[in-house]
Antibody, heavy 116, light 112 residues
Framework: QVQLQQWGAGLLKPSETLSLTCAVY????????WSWIRQAPGKGLEWIVE???????NSNPSLKSRVVTSVDTSKNQFYLKVTSVTAADTAVYYC??????????WGQGTPVTVSS | DIGMTQTPLSSPVTLGQPASISCRSS???????????LSWLQQRPGQPPRVLIQ???NRLSGVPDRFTGSGAGSDFTLKINRVEAEDVGIYYC?????????FGQGTRVEIK
């Protein structure tokens, strides 16, 4: 059973960079795609990006210019950075495993608040 | 982007009664491989979402059989037969056919 554990800074100021880590347990990052999804307070879900172990990515155009994602197979982890954050980036961020067009396993979520 | 429109947005249901949620996509969700990557997710309060149904009608392991997905093309339905207290939450449809993947607005299921 795959488990995802995620962490990162929860309070940022406008213009700073959001950085999150997602560690994969019970499976390997290799051979799969991994995604980041976010949920603004009281809002629905927004898919951000997916990446595989080769660094192949697919991104949501709404955020693409500010998103950097990477994978470290030696640590079995993957990462998300969002640059130049604003209050609109305040959300709970989830990491997830991608399987055949679904997010089969989810991290617990990391609340991120952007406030001056 | 593919728009995913859910109705209703709120569904108060009596325990033991059925509930039905509709999801309509702005374009066909048929992938070039012939599959329709339409899934349904449940998000209980304070928890991350979890997938109940994938590829329109396939329940994931461990999902009670009171949850049924159906549909084709751009019209899809999630039915809960005999709602139980643990079914309270927000339900989302999601399309994984076309990038960027998109979700419906969510339907809140609550007990009357």
């Amino acid at each position: 059973q795959v488990q995802l554990q995620q962490w990162g800074a929860g309070l940022l100021k406008p213009s700073e960079t959001l950085s999150l880590t997602c560690a994969v347990y019970g499976g390997s990052v290799s051979g799969h795609y991994w995604s980041w999804i976010r949920q603004a307070p009281g809002k629905g879900l927004e898919w951000i990006v997916e990446i595989n172990q080769s660094g192949t990515t697919n991104s949501n155009p709404s955020l693409k210019s500010r998103v950097v994602t990477s994978v470290d197979t030696s640590k079995n982890q993957f990462y998300l950075k969002v640059t130049s954050v604003t209050a609109a980036d305040t959300a709970v961020y989830y990491c997830a495993k991608v399987d055949l067009g679904i997010f089969s396993f989810w991290g617990q979520g990391t609340p991120v608040t952007v406030s001056s | 982007d593919i728009g995913m429109t859910q109705t209703p947005l709120s569904s108060p249901v009596t325990l033991g009664q059925p509930a039905s949620i509709s999801c309509r996509s702005s374009e066909s969700l048929v992938h070039s491989d012939g599959n329709i990557y339409l899934s349904w997710l449940q998000q209980r309060p304070g928890q991350p979402p979890r997938v109940l149904i994938q590829k329109v009608s396939n329940r994931l392991s461990g999902v009670p059989d009171r949850f049924t997905g159906s549909g084709a093309g751009s019209d899809f339905t999630l039915k809960i037969n005999r709602v139980e207290a643990e079914d309270v939450g927000i339900y989302y449809c999601m399309q994984g056919t076309h990038f960027p993947w998109t979700f419906g607005q969510g339907t809140r299921v609550e007990i009357k």
